[in-house]
């Protein structure tokens, strides 16, 4: 069975550029979340779909959004990019929207932001 | 507010001893506790789990203990092997799908 695959794998940006960021979960998953991790602060839920509909956010300015396809494939978009928004931007997914249910991490988007 | 906290940045240890990683949290609404493994240019692997009905959860090297009343979990490894260097995640989850994870400890086995 075929991982979490998310593209493209490395991005460089401008100030004030918006980006879009892809992602393809597991066959059979349905539930997709997005997360941002920067040097000493871990991993920051941005958000999470579940059959094409956003089920939780985190505390991110509006800047951040996404959506769910109906293949369960999802995308992230950032407009207007400040510099403060260079992270590796991680994808998960999980069979369903249980809280016990497992995720399973793609090998991220790192994006820079010059 | 860190609601999931890892207090060592950094952990070195002598191959075949063990590893301690440790983890507290805030939030008494956390139910499920999961460890996450992270090497370089990877996306974070999951290693084990454990429920808080539970206070003890074991697979292979790999132990969690979890202390309810003090909001505090552990992750032991034995014996540490030099493939077990990596940044080890901690995540706390009560609601939804989502993960709430400490800021990560940079773990080195020395051989």
């Known amino acids: 069975k075929a991982g979490v695959t998310q593209t493209p794998r490395y991005l460089i940006k401008t100030r004030g550029q918006q980006v879009t960021l892809s992602c393809s979960p597991i066959?059979?998953?349905?539930?997709v979340s997005w997360y941002q991790q920067t040097p000493g602060q871990g991993l920051q839920f941005l958000f999470e779909?579940?059959?094409?509909?956003?089920?939780n956010k985190g505390n991110f300015p509006g800047r951040f959004s996404g959506r769910q396809f109906s293949n369960s494939r999802s995308e992230m978009n950032v407009s207007t990019l400040e510099l403060g928004d260079s992270a590796l931007y991680l994808c998960?997914?999980?069979?369903?929207?249980?809280?016990?249910?497992?995720?399973?991490f793609g090998p991220g988007t790192r994006l820079t932001v010059l | 507010d860190q609601q999931v906290k890892q207090n060592s940045p950094s952990l070195s240890v002598q191959e075949g001893r063990i590893s301690i990683l440790n983890c507290d949290y805030t939030?008494?609404?956390?139910?499920?506790f999961l460890w996450y493994k992270k090497y370089p240019a990877e996306g974070p692997t999951f290693l084990i789990s454990?429920?808080?009905?539970?206070d003890k959860n074991e697979d292979g090297r790999f132990t969690v203990f979890l202390n309810k009343s003090a909001k505090h979990l552990s992750l032991h490894i034995v014996p540490s092997q030099p493939g077990d260097s990596a940044v080890y995640f901690c995540?706390?989850?009560?609601?939804?799908?989502?993960?709430?994870f400490g800021a990560g400890t940079i773990l080195r086995v020395k051989s």
């Open positions: 066959s059979g998953h349905r539930s």
């Open positions: 454990i429920s808080s009905i539970k």
């Open positions: 779909y579940f059959s094409e509909t956003q089920r």
């Open positions: 939030n008494s609404m956390f139910d499920y």
């Open positions: 998960a997914s999980s069979s369903d929207a249980g809280s016990t249910d497992t995720q399973y």
């Open positions: 995540a706390a989850t009560g609601y939804g799908n989502k993960l709430v």
